[in-house]
């Protein structure tokens, strides 16, 4: 079962984006430079190559989330999302916001889903509520030990967010329609 979650995350993490874009960028960013005739990382120099790679890693973020919602586990995406927080650290060059809020997200989602610490929930619990006031408003209850479904409202408005930020756009359900519902995943549904 283990191998078959593995398998798929990694597909996850190949499949293009699904966006308009024409040229998804890569995990490393590289690319030929046509007047150089050498390898350079694109990701530092092209805003738009950034913002493609940051749609990518919320695409591989939402894809996982996907999959632990189908199977009801979640400790096997541990190494999966450590790797999305090093691509999206490397987004920071160019995109500081936004990488920051994104390696946030992957914090919290690990933070929720990691086998916890003894002495540590009501660190983790302080981390979970700011998330939440953050998000959603400080008038938000978030239930202590509530799991990952206590805080999914909270993600789906940081990505949909995210995404919106990216796009320059406030067109919240124009955003869900393009990003989330063609991987199943609708947000206003409770």
């Known amino acids: 079962m283990l191998q078959k979650i593995a398998v798929i995350v990694t597909l996850a993490l190949l499949l293009p984006t699904g966006c308009d874009d024409k040229k998804p960028a890569t995990a490393e ?7 150089k005739g050498k390898t350079e990382d694109t990701t530092k120099a092209d805003p738009e190559a ?3 790679e940051a749609r990518l890693l919320l695409r591989a ?12 586990t979640a400790a096997p995406m ?7 927080a090093g691509r999206a650290e490397k987004l920071s060059t160019g995109l500081p916001a936004t990488a920051t809020r994104i390696e946030r997200l992957l914090d919290v989602t690990k933070a929720i889903i990691s086998p ?6 009501a660190e983790v619990q302080a981390l979970l509520t700011k998330f939440v006031h953050d998000t959603l408003g400080p008038d938000t209850a978030v239930p202590a030990g ?24 406030s067109d919240r359900e124009a955003t869900i329609a393009r990003y989330l519902r063609p991987l199943g995943i609708d947000p206003d549904r409770r």
């Open 29 to 35: 960013g590289k690319a030929k430079s046509e007047s």
């Open 78 to 84: 541990l190494p999966v999302l450590d790797e999305l």
């Open 116 to 121: 916890m610490e003894p002495g540590k929930e």
């Open 146 to 169: 509530g799991g990952l479904a206590a805080i999914i409202p909270a993600i789906s408005e940081e990505v949909i967010s995210l995404y919106q930020s990216l796009d320059g756009t």
């Open 50 to 52: 950034l913002k493609r």
């Open 61 to 72: 973020y939402l894809e996982i989330m996907a999959q632990v919602a189908k199977n009801g």
